[in-house]
Each structure stands twice: as structure tokens, then as C-alpha cells.
T-cell receptor, first 113, second 112 residues
Framework: DTGVSQDPRHKITKRGQNVTFRCDPISEHNRLYWYRQTLGQGPEFLTYFQNEAQLEKSRLLSDRFSAERPKGSFSTLEIQRTEQGDSAMYLC???????????FGDGTRLSIL | SQQGEEDPQALSIQEGENATMNCSYKTSINNLQWYRQNSGRGLVHLILIRSNEREKHSGRLRVTLDTSKKSSSLLITASRAADTASYFCATDAGRSQGNLIFGKGTKLSVKP
């Protein structure tokens, strides 16, 4: 399967801990996006990369959040000092160009105890 | 903030019936996309319609776009139980960066 893959699928952690998620996009896609989805809502944009450059960050992305895409391949999203409000599904998507559809992974579901 | 508003929020139909979902948005767009999401899974892209297009078909799916009314509709014909999912519209809000703005979705239930 050459789709977008995310790891882990589920993460349960205590408030205050740091967590890191990984996304492997479709190999030829140079654009990579992170979204967050809470129950009953549509996904909300967090940040995106073109190759290794992080080009835009949403206001939702507080200082506790950091994303990287070294070498323009896989990407990581780290949340430091997690809070209850961080509980959500974190979705990664990739696309070939800005005009092409985005292909989503199955997400990482984060639960904060 | 949410750009699109899907209507209805929930829809329950019998297998074989048609399902129509509507989406309204607020700003100008370059394109509008429809996605499907099964429970606990990621989003699956269904159709992309560009702002200069009025209608697009893909199998049992038909999407219309009315930019003057800032609205779109998704029609699923001859629905199947496997079509049970949440359906989202998403727009680029006229920006070139490509990040999508989603509505809250329509939850479709198709009963066998």
C-alpha cells in the first residue's frame, strides 16, 4: 500500500507528557499537511510543508506544538506538556501539487488522561 | 473557523434511495472538494470541482457548484449500506497555499 501512513494509530498519555506522531506521505508528494479533528467536527488545518519548508502555521498551533519534515520526506508533529484540550484525532495529508486532491492517512487518535 | 456548512447534519435513508447533501461556504474559492470519512478512519477524497465548473460526475456521485450562491451539493444515487459515513465539503477559501477548510459534515446512514 503506497498511501499516507501515520504512526501510532492511538496514543494515550498523561497530562503534561510530551508526545510525537509520525506521518509518511505518498512518496512523490512534496506537499504535506497536518490537521486536527475533534468529535463531531470537520478537520482543522494546523500546518503544511512544501518539501522540507514549513510554509504556514495556523493560530491553532500554539508554542507547545512543533512540526518538522527533515529532507522533505516523513514528518513529525510533537506536542509538549500535553493538556486535556489536545485530545483529538491528528490527521496527516499529502498532495502532489496545490491543485491536486489531498490524500489522508487514518490519523493518530490522542487521548489525554 | 469553519468555512463550509453542510446540510443536513444527519441523513437516514433506505438502501437504493438517493442521498443529497448540501454545502454552503463564505468566501471565494479556487475549488471545492468532497470527502468521505468512515468512523475512526481518515478522509477519502471523492470529487474536486473547480470554480469554473458547474457539475461533475464520478460513478454514482454527482456534484454541482453554484459560485453565485456559494453553495455545492453532493448527490449519491442508488445508495448502498457501504455508503454509510460522514461526508465533508472542503474549500481552499481562494488561497493558493492549499490548506483546506472543512465544514462539520453530514452523517449519512444507509439502512439495508
Amino acid at each position: 500500500d503506497t498511501g499516507v501512513s501515520q504512526d501510532p494509530r492511538h496514543k494515550i498519555t498523561k497530562r503534561g507528557q510530551n508526545v510525537t506522531f509520525r506521518c509518511d506521505p505518498i512518496s512523490e508528494h512534496n506537499r504535506l499537511y497536518w490537521y486536527r479533528q475533534t468529535l463531531g467536527q470537520g478537520p482543522e488545518f494546523l500546518t503544511y510543508f512544501q518539501n522540507e519548508a514549513q510554509l504556514e502555521k495556523s493560530r491553532l498551533l500554539s508554542d507547545r506544538f512543533s512540526a518538522e519534515r527533515p529532507k522533505g520526506s516523513f514528518s513529525t508533529l510533537e506536542i509538549q506538556r500535553t493538556e486535556q484540550g489536545d485530545s483529538a484525532m491528528y490527521l496527516c495529508a499529502s498532495s502532489l501539487t496545490v491543485r491536486e486532491p489531498q490524500h489522508f492517512g487514518d490519523g493518530t487518535r490522542l487521548s489525554i488522561l | 473557523s469553519q468555512q463550509g456548512e453542510e446540510d443536513p447534519q444527519a441523513l437516514s435513508i433506505q438502501e437504493g434511495e438517493n442521498a443529497t447533501m448540501n454545502c454552503s461556504y463564505k468566501t471565494s474559492i479556487n475549488n471545492l472538494q468532497w470527502y468521505r470519512q468512515n468512523s475512526g478512519r481518515g478522509l477519502v477524497h471523492l470529487i474536486l470541482i473547480r470554480s469554473n465548473e458547474r457539475e461533475k460526475h464520478s460513478g454514482r456521485l454527482r456534484v454541482t457548484l453554484d459560485t453565485s450562491k456559494k453553495s455545492s451539493s453532493l448527490l449519491i444515487t442508488a445508495s448502498r449500506a457501504a455508503d454509510t459515513a460522514s461526508y465533508f465539503c472542503a474549500t481552499d477559501a481562494g488561497r493558493s497555499q492549499g490548506n483546506l477548510i472543512f465544514g462539520k459534515g453530514t452523517k449519512l446512514s444507509v439502512k439495508p
